[in-house]
């Protein structure tokens, strides 16, 4: 699919940032998986045989746990950025394993695995580094690692990622016209504290300035999906409201 380039339409309603049409061909074709890659493919997200959307922190637990049994996850520890669900953490630590967050960014994650020799990373968007392989994201290697769980265990990919369960996650954005440090926008970091506050050890807050827009990025996850809504509207308020920002 999305094979005709025309020079000006990479991307177009295609590949990993639109995978819906990739997933309703799964099904019509009754195929096993289908794989999704964006322009430079360094990305992966998938769609399973039942039709529904895998991202980078299903495919991240489901390596991970292929590699934790074989010996083969460097000091047991899967490196992710602070996007990643809380539900993979958890996961990983059920299989004896644990997750090393970083900042946003792949090169975070590659620095930090460098550092740490480790050899296994990723993020929620799909970039995953296998450095036994490759020195940097590769979407075709991801895929291949995918294949490799399915025919290894004999299980639909919809069995593999279906023993992960997500958090809940809210995601929002909200348009700025100035960037301060958190700390001199009074009212926003006293509803992120109080945020973290209730929801405590059962969920998780992060709010951060895009590096490359005008936009504030406030991120909830909770147990309770509906204490994470709740807790991400009060969030908005503030930021709203907030003359720091606008």
Do not use: W
Not at 27 to 36: N, T
Not at 114 to 123: A, K, M, P
Not at 126 to 142: C, E, K, P, Q
Not at 234 to 241: D, Q, T, Y
């Amino acid at each position: 699919m999305g094979t005709v380039p025309d020079g000006t339409n990479i991307n177009r309603r295609c590949g990993a940032l639109y995978p819906e049409q990739l997933a309703r061909t799964v099904v019509r074709e009754e195929a096993d998986l289908g794989v999704a890659l964006d322009g430079d493919a360094d990305r992966l997200i998938l769609a399973d045989e039942k039709g529904e959307i895998v991202d980078g922190d299903a495919v991240m637990g489901l390596v991970a746990e292929m590699f934790i049994k074989e010996g083969r996850l460097h000091d047991n520890t899967v490196v992710a950025t602070v996007m990643s669900n809380m539900g993979l953490d958890k996961y990983l630590r059920r299989l004896g394993g644990k997750l090393l967050r970083t900042a946003v960014g792949d090169r975070y994650v590659i620095e930090a695995m460098r550092r740490g020799g480790l050899n296994f990373g990723g993020e929620q968007s799909g970039h995953m580094i296998f450095l036994d392989h490759s020195t940097t994201g590769d979407g075709l290697v991801s895929s291949l690692q995918v294949m490799a769980v399915m025919l290894r265990t004999g299980k639909k990919l919809s069995e593999l990622v279906g023993r992960f369960e997500r958090f809940p996650q809210i995601l929002e954005a909200v348009e700025v016209a100035a960037k301060p440090a958190m700390e001199n926008v009074p009212q926003l970091a006293a509803a992120v504290k109080a945020a973290e506050k209730r929801l405590g050890d059962n969920g998780r807050v992060l709010v951060r300035f895009s590096g490359t827009e005008n936009v504030l990025r406030i991120m909830v996850e909770a147990e309770d999906g509906a204490l994470a809504r709740a807790e991400t509207d009060k969030i908005l308020e503030a930021a709203h409201s907030a003359p720091e920002l606008h």
